[in-house]
């Protein structure tokens, strides 16, 4: 009876704590995306293994496609785990704590290393190193901390078929989409687009400039390059901790032109998203729509259509003819020190095979639709017609605009400071000296207090 | 077998108290240690002393989000506890289908405060949009706003609790109070009120802490705006983390830490308060 007792006592508190720390188990992993991440990686310890945190969603199933087909041709084992949307660094921080932390990560730009330059590998002499052809990130003591491996664009896409139709009215200010050269001839192209919205089928001349979170970026990271890189083009410099604001101005300039010749209110756009815009765009309710060559994929409503990009005219003396759209990059890579050496092998194996073998070169320009600043990348032919358009300008011997302002946006806050003061602006609760001093003042203390 | 008991009782608590210790015990001695560093990720902080502390309290918008989140949960735990138990004592009438009612009422809790936060947005949008202004107007609409998403969402389950409390009251209790001629609000205030007191007593405590904890609902329906006017403590401390370098993590955690601390003393006095009176 008492060993019956015993033997009751011992069973039950055993599946007492195998199903409490179960519970604490599976909680854990919860990092990020598939929760067998950890468990994946340890399987090819001994050989080493790959374990790539990804920072984008939208490219997460040709990821997972890959590194399967690694996994085939080589037997090592690759991991891939995507963050969520707009929740990169936060899973990066849980992960890389972890002891099967991700031996490939990304950084977005060079104040990212700040925070995780501490984890980096320096990775000069590897093969991604050497074949690559844009700037990679160095850091004190580590000569290359990260690769590029997916230059983008950004300025306003316009649906190429309207804007014709625009031309064929009557008393068209303009008769073709090259005669748009500055922020002028936009201007008078959008405003007249806008009074006559309804002769051409449109809602507006731009999309809704939302302010919502889903679509501030666009506006808060992505145009608050303008600015800051005529400002540092004007000084000579490249970076800088202060600013005094010269283009401000210019920036009012084309918010001013998003937000009156819209499809929507000023006084709603806080409400409004990035799908909203994309939708807006993809029906056809407006002929302009600032985003970059991200917004085009292969299988979305956008390849369907006639598209073609404008650059950023916001009114400075210099932009007339003479400049291109946004070209930079947001995607390094890096690989993190403190794996074993094994797995830091690996991964620059897998890394290597990424972007010198077939599949890899298919998938990343193809199904994933980057342009790579890899040398072996030189045949390839992209089908994104943004990227086409976005190299016409450079043909035409347009100076591309680099981000060199997005690089020294000093933190996140600083842009939620942005959105904010965009925000109170288009619903006529603030004016625009908020922005102005989002602009100098806070870049200021945001430097100050990183 | 009491014997057996006092033998064998660490077996049987020990997995608990081990879950209990993983879960909880630990995460919270470390998450006290990084409020006094210096973390980019929990294994490689350095020890900065109260640093963290004074940079808290010097950050006006801190402040401010905890003025806020006072007000809201003042606001709240009247509106729900006491819509809440008007509510359960009409569905402890005997009124036709007052099981459908329960359950419709309950369902708003099953839904994530996220999801919630995005349709009561479209919602709230749709119609100030008549007047061409949205939610992020001034911090008054986010305030109405947030009130009225978590009463909404609330209610049914405090409403659950107070009937729960209601019907526990013995009827011929009741039924003395009638033939002895008490009026309806006399009822109400002295025998129904002062028996569900220990109802009121959990109500309050969750709404409370609910209020002062409240944030998904508060990221996805204001996300702070206009101008951080309308965010809580919840979401300052998550944007301190998150929105500078690794070098203010520190303070957002030392934010995180004067909350847990704040927290728990409001929720203790009001125990004591409130328990103390149910008791007499």
């Known amino acids: 009876m008492r060993r019956s007792n015993k033997v009751i006592a011992v069973v039950s508190a055993a599946v007492m704590a195998a199903g409490l720390l179960a519970g604490c188990g599976s909680g854990d992993s919860a990092g990020g995306g598939s929760g067998d991440a950890a468990g994946g990686a340890a399987a090819g310890a001994g050989s080493g293994s790959v374990y790539y945190l990804n920072y984008k969603p939208e490219v997460d199933a040709q990821w997972q496609e890959l590194a399967a087909r690694y996994t085939e041709e080589t037997g090592v084992p690759v991991t891939v785990v995507t963050a969520a949307s707009g929740t990169y660094e936060q899973t990066l921080t849980s992960e890389i704590a972890k002891t099967e932390a991700p031996t490939l990560f990304q950084v977005e730009n060079q104040s990212w290393l700040d925070n995780w330059g501490q984890y980096c590998y320096d990775l000069s002499g590897s093969f991604i190193a050497e074949h690559s052809t844009a700037n990679t990130l160095s850091m004190e003591g580590v000569e290359v901390a990260a690769v590029p491996f997916a230059m983008e664009s950004y300025g306003i896409i316009y649906n190429v078929d309207l804007l014709n139709e625009y031309c064929q009215l009557e008393n068209a200010v303009i008769s073709s989409a090259a005669d748009i050269v500055d922020f002028d001839s936009l201007k008078a192209v959008a405003d007249d687009i806008q009074a006559r919205k309804d002769e051409l089928g449109v809602e507006g001349a731009f999309t809704s400039a939302g302010l919502d979170g889903s679509s501030n970026w666009r506006f808060t990271t992505h145009l608050a390059n303008v600015p800051i890189y005529w400002e540092y083009t004007k000084k000579g410099i490249t970076t800088a901790t202060s600013l005094d604001g010269t283009y401000v101005a210019n920036y009012k300039n084309l918010i001013d032109l998003y937000f009156t010749d819209s499809t929507c209110d000023p006084a709603l756009l806080s409400g409004k998203t990035g799908d909203d815009a994309l939708a807006e765009f993809c029906d056809g309710m407006a002929v302009f729509y600032q985003n970059g060559t991200w917004a085009w994929t292969a299988d979305n409503e956008m390849a369907e259509m006639n598209i073609a990009f404008l650059p950023l005219y916001t009114g400075v003396p210099e932009e007339k003819d003479s400049i291109g759209v946004c070209t930079g990059t947001g995607n390094f890579w890096c690989v993190n020190k403190n794996s074993t050496e094994e797995d830091i092998q690996a991964t620059l194996d897998f890394l290597e095979w990424v972007i010198s073998s077939e599949a890899g070169i298919e998938t990343l320009s193809g199904a994933m639709a980057f342009n790579c600043p890899f040398d072996t990348f030189a045949d390839v032919v992209l089908e994104n017609p943004l990227f086409t358009s976005a190299n016409e300008y450079e043909a035409a011997g347009k100076t591309a605009i680099s981000w060199i302002g997005t690089e020294s946006l000093p933190t996140e806050n600083w842009k939620a400071n942005l959105s904010s003061a965009l925000i109170e602006y288009s619903q006529g609760t603030g004016d625009w000296s908020n922005v102005e001093k989002v602009f100098t003042e806070d870049f200021a203390t945001e430097w100050e207090n990183r | ?280």
Request: contains cysteine.
């Open chain 2, 1 to 280: 077998m009491e014997k057996a008991l006092k033998k064998y009782f660490p077996v049987f608590v020990l997995p608990t108290a081990a879950a209990f210790v993983i879960g909880f015990i630990v995460p919270f001695i470390m998450a006290v240690y990084l409020s006094f560093c210096s973390f980019t990720t929990v294994s490689d902080a350095t020890f900065v002393g109260i640093k963290n502390y004074i940079e808290a309290f010097k950050d006006t918008t801190f402040l401010h989000s905890v003025l806020f989140s006072a007000l809201f949960t003042i606001v709240t735990v009247i509106l729900i506890n006491v819509l809440a138990f008007t509510v359960a004592m009409c569905l402890t009438k005997k009124i036709k289908g007052t099981n459908i009612f329960r359950t419709i009422f309950f369902m708003p809790n099953l839904i994530g405060g996220i999801v919630l936060g995005y349709v009561w947005q479209l919602l709230f949008n749709g119609l100030l949009s008549y007047i061409n202004r949205t939610l992020t107007f001034s911090s008054v609409y986010g305030f109405w706003g947030l009130v009225i998403l978590l009463s909404w969402q609330q209610i049914g389950y405090m409403m659950i609790i107070y009937i729960a409390g209601i019907q526990n009251i013995a009827g011929d209790m009741l039924e003395a109070a009638e033939v002895d001629g008490a009026t309806g609000s006399q009822r109400l205030f002295k025998i129904i009120i002062p028996s569900v007191s220990p109802s009121i007593v959990i109500c309050t405590f969750l709404s409370l802490t609910n209020g002062f904890k409240l944030f998904d609902q508060n990221l996805a329906l204001t996300a702070g705006e206009p101008s951080r006017s309308t965010e809580m403590v919840a979401l300052n401390i998550y944007n301190t983390f998150y929105g500078s370098t690794a070098a203010y993590r520190g303070v957002g955690q030392a934010k995180a830490v004067i909350f847990a601390i704040a927290l728990a003393a409001i929720g203790v006095i009001q125990m004591r308060l409130t328990a103390g009176k149910g008791d007499k």
